[in-house]
Each structure stands twice: as C-alpha cells, then as structure tokens.
C-alpha cells in the first residue's frame, strides 16, 4: 500500500506517470467518470480549505466515486482528545483512501503509520502540500514544455509557505533548475530546505529582496500569500502584508513567455489587472487540481484506466 506524504515519495518516474495520467484524463475526462464506483474518499480537514478539499471531492465525485469527511477540527472528535492515529484507524473502517490536512507537521505521516488506507497529505503546516506540487508541475508543464533548466522566481512569505517547500524539494530532482527567492528577511526560506535540499542537490539558488529587479532574469514566477495563521504576533502580520504585490505595470518587465503561478487563495500580492495577462497561469493550477487529483486517486487505489 502506498501513501503520499511528501512529493519525493514518488520517484521522477512516478512522478511523469502521475502528470501523463492527469494529461490524458484532462483531454477526455468522461472516459473516467466510473473508474472508482463503489470506492469512498475521506476528507479529513482539521484546518480551512476551500480549494484543495472541494478538489479532492470534486476529484472523487468525477471517478464514479462518492466521499465523505468533515472540514473543520470543531466538526471532529478532535474536540473531544482523540489523537490523530485513532481517527486515522477508525476513518479507514469507512472509506477506501483518505485525504487529511492538518495544522500540525506530520500528522497526515502519523495518520499513514495507522492507516489501512493510502493517505495523501492535502497540507501539514508549513511543511508540505504534495498534490499542489504535481499540479504546479503539471502547470509549468504545460507553459513551459519541460521541467529543467528553468529559472525559477518564489516570491512572498517563503517561511510558512508550504507549497515553496514542496515544490523546490520536487523541482531540484530536474537538471539545471535554478532559483530565486524573494522576500523579506524575516520570511526567507527555512535554514533546513537549504541545508537539506538546496546544497545536497547542488542548486544554484540566490536570496534576494526586489522583485522588479529579478522579474526580467525569471523563466517562471511563483507567488504566495503572507501565511497569516502561522504568525505568532498579529503585529509582524501588519507589517508584513502587502509587501509584494504584483501589478500588470511590473509584469512588463517580464519574459513575454513567463507565467505567473500562485496556489491561491490570493489576497493582495497579485492585483486583479494581472488577471487578463495570458501570463496569468493560477487558474489554470485549479483546473488542473482535479485532473491531479483524480489521477494520484486512480494510482494509489491501483484502478485501471479504461481501455474505451
Ligand atoms: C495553499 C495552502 O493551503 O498551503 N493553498 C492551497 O492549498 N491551494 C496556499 C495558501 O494557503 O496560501
């Protein structure tokens, strides 16, 4: 039985196999509308999600299968005392895999050690969204035709930002790729993705401030949200919102070919007149969500893919 923890449990083999999947369900969704009738999904959502969990159902709901879950802890038995292992022993009694996000680093990796079921971590605090990887990489993909030898920019709060992490651990698997890392001191990228991604993979990296001045040297842009929940003090919040914010005006000063990522949701970092630049790939990354989702469902539960 597989789980899917973090983007490197998959190998650069399974990876492509998981994209190529996503790709050919994108291009005739209907063919798999009854791949999983009869299979249960589980969405356990300790912290608030609008996108990954409606993606994971959506995911499930267009396989032929049905889900059930809750999308807050206050809806669980949390509230009670119950530890993360045994809901994870009693959710995988009901249902046949089971997406989790929680608060906590790790707990979708304690769920998994106690689980029947694959688990798929849908986000673990500020250490990693493994399926919001496959869909950056997917949409990078697609824009850019390969996943090496590109420059990489990641813009705003690189400190909590779960999907930076994941998804530099998965982009240093590729030839050549080189990074950019734009922010404010106080939310660089943690010391450890340096000391135990950056450095051992040989990645050229620079950690810098202005944006207008790395946006011409960008192949790819990738902007985040200054993760308001992990901040201790509401006051270094104030501070540091709204520090980046990316307007069409700046966006001249990038690659014609050079699109614009973020996971959303967005709050002030991308402004609404970057929405019409063909640039503008972040809702393509939700289209592309359920088309990952419903391909990692498929591989980790072994369902076959049609042959008509
Ligand atoms: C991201 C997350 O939850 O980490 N959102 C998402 O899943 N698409 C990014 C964010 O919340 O800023």
């Known amino acids: ?77 949390a509230t009670k005392g119950e530890t993360v292992a045994d ?14 996000r929680h608060p906590k680093e790790g707990a979708p990796l304690c769920a998994s050690m106690f689980s029947r079921v694959p688990v798929i971590n849908a986000g673990d605090g500020g250490h990693s969204h493994p399926t919001q990887t496959l869909i950056d990489l997917m949409t990078i993909r697609q824009r850019k035709k390969r996943l090496d030898h590109l420059t990489i920019g990641f813009c705003g709060d690189l400190k909590f930002g779960r999907t930076v992490h994941s998804l530099v651990n998965s982009l240093v698997r590729y030839p050549d790729n080189r990074f950019y890392f734009i922010s404010p001191e106080e939310l660089r990228i943690p010391d450890y993705l340096i000391e135990d991604t950056l450095i051992p993979a040989g990645s050229r990296y620079m950690e810098v401030t202005c944006l207008e001045d790395t946006l011409p040297k960008l192949n790819v842009l990738y902007m ?16 540091l919102k709204g520090i980046y914010t990316l307007t069409a005006d700046k966006l001249q000063l990038a690659s014609a070919d050079m699109p614009v990522l973020h996971p959303l949701p967005r709050v002030d970092e991308i402004a609404m007149d970057v929405d019409q630049d063909s640039r503008a790939a972040y809702f393509d990354q939700v289209q592309n969500g359920v088309y990952i989702r ?15």
């Open 1 to 77: 039985m597989r789980h899917f923890i973090t983007p490197t449990d998959f190998t650069d083999k399974e990876t492509q196999m998981v994209l190529d999947l996503a790709e050919r369900i994108a291009a005739n969704p209907a063919k798999y509308s009854h791949v999983a009738e009869g299979k249960k999904l589980a969405t356990l959502f300790y912290e608030p999600s609008t996108r990954t969990r409606l993606s994971f159902e959506s995911a499930m709901l267009s396989l032929g299968g049905t889900t059930l879950g809750f999308s807050g802890a206050d809806q669980s038995s």
């Open 87 to 100: 809901t994870a022993r009693v959710v995988s009694c009901y249902a046949d895999i089971i997406a989790m």
């Open 224 to 239: 985040t949200r200054v993760q308001k929940e992990r901040f201790f003090n509401e006051d270094d919040y104030l501070r």
């Open 294 to 308: 419903m391909a990692l469902i498929m591989m980790l539960l072994g369902l076959a893919e049609p042959q008509t």
